[in-house]
């Protein structure tokens, strides 16, 4: 159920962005996201890594495979189950 909260934020946060003409793609193999959670019982802060990975085809449009990290060294990323494409 968490991870399902950090995606809609993720996708909240990449629908409502306006980029310009000219700005970087968003959907970018490049790109890393971050977001800081803090639990509520215990203080911890815990910071979850997304970045988006290799393509996938569903249907006929092409998308790039979401992954998140709970390291952070980034050494082990996990496919989330979603997908993105602009």
Known sequence: MEIKKHLSFLFICITTYILPANAQKLVSTNNLWAYLNRNP???EDITTYYKLGADTTLGVNTFKKLFYC???LQNQ???SGTALRE
């Open 70 to 72: 709970n390291d952070s």
């Open 41 to 43: 019982f215990t203080g």
């Open 77 to 79: 990323w996990y496919y």
